[in-house]
């Protein structure tokens, strides 16, 4: 019995040793942030998931209470899934970039009631439940190039329009180009609008059919770079000699490179900065430090015209798009 009691008074006594060294005890509570975004299936995406990683490692190296888990998604059921799968981490913020803003509102709203800050970025909700909306500005994107493509063809010609995949982002765009092509530039005509929803092989393909359907095109519109690149191998193997002007999206530096070079067909681009993902996440982790509140409830990254005149500044040879 003697020695039982000793044991007991040892073990006691070692357990509160343990507890006052320190060792036993948590260190404070990390800040949690998840970012879902679109598996990088083309150029522009493979732009949002290399700025995503590369804020990721900043934000963490610079902020050792914060940690933040980048995951992405080649479909919408797989981002809804991701999505799950990092509320269960018990974030404070949740940064996303959707697919399918329909498809995954319902998670995104259930974010929300467990009180998780909530950033979208570009492709907006169907009910507006985020503490912000980070956003290129589409219709002035559209705007843009319908300006460059205008005066490119001096306010005359038939043209081909190749869109995106069928969601607001690609509305908007589509409807700010027609916008201006009818207030300023009736002398254009537009032959056929399809989509080619962001892809190079399908830009390949609807170019191919627009080049067997149409004897004489005078300007594209792509309004992606990575469907301009389809597109235009799709132009050099018909050896098309009609077309006159070529105008992407996105500012891919391929693009960029053959517009700052003067290429005879891609005489303009237009900016949709994918680095707008890095933007929406130190803008939530800001309102984390701020009792999960922003300035401003939408932020507006502009587009810009990228002509030969001004494209080494949109030119970033090391950057993945």
């Known amino acids: 019995m003697k020695k039982f ?14 507890l006052m060294s320190g060792c036993g005890e948590k260190g404070p509570e990390k800040l949690k942030v998840g970012v879902s975004i679109p598996a990088a299936t083309h150029g ?24 933040i888990f980048v995951t992405t998604g080649s479909t919408t059921a797989e981002q809804n899934d991701r999505v799950e799968n990092l509320l269960a981490r018990k974030l404070d913020a949740l940064v996303v970039l959707c697919q ?9 709203k259930l974010a929300k009631q467990q009180g998780v800050y909530l950033a979208v970025v570009s492709n907006p909700l169907p009910e507006p439940v985020q503490g912000v909306f980070l956003n290129g500005d589409n219709r002035g994107f559209g705007r843009a190039a319908a300006e460059a493509m205008g005066k490119l063809l001096n306010g005359k010609g038939d043209i081909v329009i190749m869109e995106g995949i069928p969601c607001p982002i690609n509305s908007e765009r589509v409807g700010g180009f027609m916008e201006v092509l009818k207030a300023k530039y009736p002398g254009i005509r537009v032959l056929a609008s ?23 095109i005078d300007g594209v519109w792509a309004g992606d770079d990575d469907v301009l690149t389809g597109a235009l191998k799709a132009v050099e193997e018909s050896g098309r000699k009609d077309i006159q002007v070529m105008v992407g999206g996105g500012g891919a530096k391929t693009m960029v490179k053959r517009v700052m070079d003067r290429d005879p067909l891609v005489k303009a681009t237009v ?17 984390l430090r701020n009792n999960r509140q922003t300035p401003q409830k939408e932020i507006i990254v502009p587009s810009e015209i990228v002509l030969p005149e001004n494209a080494s500044k949109h030119y970033y040879p090391d950057s993945v798009y």
């Open 271 to 287: 900016t949709y900065p994918p680095a707008m993902i890095r933007t929406a996440m130190e803008t939530a982790v800001k309102a």
């Open 5 to 18: 009691c000793y044991l007991a008074v040892f073990v006691l006594a070692f357990a509160a040793a343990f």
């Open 44 to 67: 522009w995406a493979g732009g949002v998931v290399y700025h995503a990683e590369q804020c990721r490692a900043e934000l963490m190296k610079a902020n050792p209470d914060l940690e």
């Open 100 to 108: 399918e803003p329909a498809q995954i509102a319902q998670v995104c």
């Open 194 to 216: 399809q989509s080619a929803n962001w892809n190079t092989e399908k830009g390949l393909a609807l170019m191919e059919n627009y080049l067997q359907k149409f004897s004489k």
